[in-house]
């Protein structure tokens, strides 16, 4: 078997945003050459998502105005974990949002269905963060 390991570095220079990385995910596993396989992806931050869904910007601008009425940023003094830091929010966005995704590779490709992508969703942005990729296979 076939085991495959590296980071994917984001410096994202807002607050909030959503990147695809499917085509880096797809990169990862031609490096790997894995043919038939698991890739995982997840966020090795508390304040950022890994998940898998459309590449619409109307769809990014609804979820980014989903997860505000859901845990705004402002005021800050709402919550509890904003002793000292500003991010509450963030850790509530990456929650419902998710730390993981797992695919099928197959054939050496991602085995998605049509509209499926991959992306980094950030929520406490503008410092260095990583993604894992983790592939295991044949
Ligand atoms: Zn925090």
């Excluded at 090795?44 to 009425?69: C, P, Q, R």
């Excluded at 929010?89 to 490709?109: L, N, S, W």
Aim: with cysteine; proline share 2%; aromatic share 10%.
């Amino acid at each position: 078997m076939k085991s495959y390991r590296k980071e994917l570095w984001f410096e994202v220079p807002t607050r909030r945003a959503f990147i695809n990385i499917t085509s880096d995910v797809q990169r990862c596993i031609d490096e790997s050459g894995v043919k038939d396989g698991l890739v995982l992806v997840n966020a090795m931050h508390i304040t950022a998502s890994v998940f898998i869904n459309d590449d619409e910007s109307g769809l990014h601008h609804d979820y980014d105005v989903w997860l505000e009425k859901l845990a705004p940023h402002a005021p800050v003094s709402q919550y509890r974990h904003n002793v000292g830091e500003d991010n509450a929010d963030a850790h509530m966005k990456r929650q419902i949002m998710g730390r993981e995704v797992v695919a099928a590779i197959t054939g050496g490709y991602l085995d998605f269905g049509t509209w499926e992508r991959i992306f980094y969703g950030e929520f406490d942005g503008r410092r260095k963060k990583r993604v894992l990729v983790k592939i295991i296979g044949e």
